[in-house]
């Protein structure tokens, strides 16, 4: 392969993003580059006056069917891909008239922002691009001697190395964006097949492709060992993705699972109906709770388990206003992720510079579909969001006892929460807020005791005389395969259990249910969260 750098005298550009493309364009003029172009982009070159070839003269074949038959011909592909100093590849250029490219600007038809949009089928399939794929492909294999650049934001270092080496590129350069290149249209064809998958309803394709765009390389993963990197999908869901950082440090890998957890969990609390706040510790609740205003939210979330909240991560379902950040900020977090926040209490948090702040324009639809992954050795997990609300779940009470208003209305609550604890999963709750937390045990008895455990704990820090389970109800992510997890709770205070139902010893688990004097509610749902 050359090693040494390769004159630009032609490039085709073909562009439907035109930030900067004249500003580069004229740059490259300057430095002597013939410009050949299509359709709209030729337009802009040449109402900026700039000379400009359609690529219609080179190819002796005009633009047609709609602009979808412009750059499939011999002449773009052949000088995008015969070799320099091949004589074969030079003999057949000489005989076929086609002039060598040197340089390639694409960036393609818009398909993952018109799906955003909610463009109907027609549309999307108009903004699927064919010639640019294929240009950039063959630009990309043939990077020993032509550059290609599929993204505005590589304009300038384009032009710097062009200008460092007298109009010239080098291979460090054209190696680098063929890798772009390669994976940009890696991540569109993955976008593509994934929408084709879902309009047709197939939830487990042959082949499934996953594409997304840097959006910052972190300084390492969840240990400094590890390298890591966050990267955005075509998927428009708000959260840590689409946020504003107002302030503070960089997110860290750790930081960005951890919010993404928090603000999930919150978003299963209609804000139209009450505020509310989520407090998390390594992707697991440690504080939930609803209130007539979200200072109050939070004072009853931070009360279940203030030790574990000290360099936890807070969100909340309402702009962040002066009195809740006020409260907020009076310990240790690491992130506070909102709506939206007034100035007043952007201003106050701002006196903790580490602290950081993230405005996300909206909460995320808990009932909306989507994927999710996982990675494991040599494969690739791939599941539907877990899109089940408590609130459309058919309940069913199973004992001799049905639950009183506001035990039903804490049982919802605290199945809500559940959903976001790693199992098994056990969430006492009293009044709209929980009191104890049990999360990721391999028993769930085990976690039956630890919620309870802590639920005696925070009473302590609270300095109140019984355990803050006393009188609440329990969530449980999965069925009681046995009684005894059921009893540890009425043993905590309990006095209403909500859990899917579905084991083998379901009989045995409600009966033991009445003799405890628990109401029990089974919800047809399971809540499993690894």
Sequence with gaps: MPTHPRRVTRALLSVSDKSGLIEFARALHDLG???????????????????????ADLTGYPEMMDG?????????HGGLLAIRENPEHEAAMLAHSIQPIDLLVVNLYPFEATVAKGADEEECIENIDIGGPAMIRGAAKNHGDVAVVVDVEDYARVLDVLVENKGSTTLTLRRALAQKAY??????????SNWFAQAIGETAPDYRAIGGRLAEKMRYGENP??????????????????????????????????????????????PARTAAVAIIKHANPCGVAEGASLVEAYERALRCDPVSAFGGIVALNRKLDVAAAREIVKIFTEVI????????????VASKKNLRLLLTGGLP??????????????????????????????????????????????????????????????????????VGVGAGQMSRVDSSR????????????????????????????????????????????????IQPGGSMRDDEVIKAADEAGLAMVLTGHRHFRH
Aim: charged share 25%.
């Design 33 to 55: 580059v013939e410009l050949v172009s299509t359709g709209g982009t030729r337009k802009a070159l040449a109402d900026a006056s700039l000379p400009v070839k359609d690529v």
């Design 68 to 76: 979808r038959v412009k750059t499939l011909h011999p002449r773009v």
């Design 183 to 192: 994976a940009r249209t890696a991540a569109y064809d993955a976008a593509i």
């Design 225 to 270: 060992h590890q390298a890591a990197a966050f990267y955005h999908t075509p998927e428009k869901r708000a959260g840590v993705s689409t946020a504003r950082q107002v302030q503070g440090k960089q997110l860290s890998y750790n930081n960005v699972n951890d919010t993404d957890a928090a603000f999930e969990c919150v978003s299963e609390f209609d």
């Design 337 to 348: 992720i909102a709506p939206d926040a007034d100035e007043e209490a952007i201003a106050l």
């Design 365 to 434: 639809n808990p009932r909306a579909g989507g994927l999710t992954f996982k990675t494991v050795a040599g494969g690739l997990l791939v599941q539907g969001r877990d899109n089940a609300v408590v609130d459309d779940m058919d309940l069913r009470v199973v004992t001799k006892r049905a639950p009183t208003a506001q035990e039903l209305s804490d049982l919802k609550f605290a199945f809500r929460v559940a959903k976001h604890v790693k199992s098994n999963a056990i969430v006492y709750a009293r009044d709209g807020a929980t």
């Design 450 to 497: 630890i919620a309870a455990w802590k639920a005696a704990e925070a009473a302590k820090a609270a300095g109140l005389p019984e355990t803050l389970a006393k009188g609440s109800v329990v969530a449980s992510d999965a069925f009681f395969p046995f009684a005894d997890g059921l009893l540890a709770a009425a043993e905590a205070g309990a006095t209403a259990v």
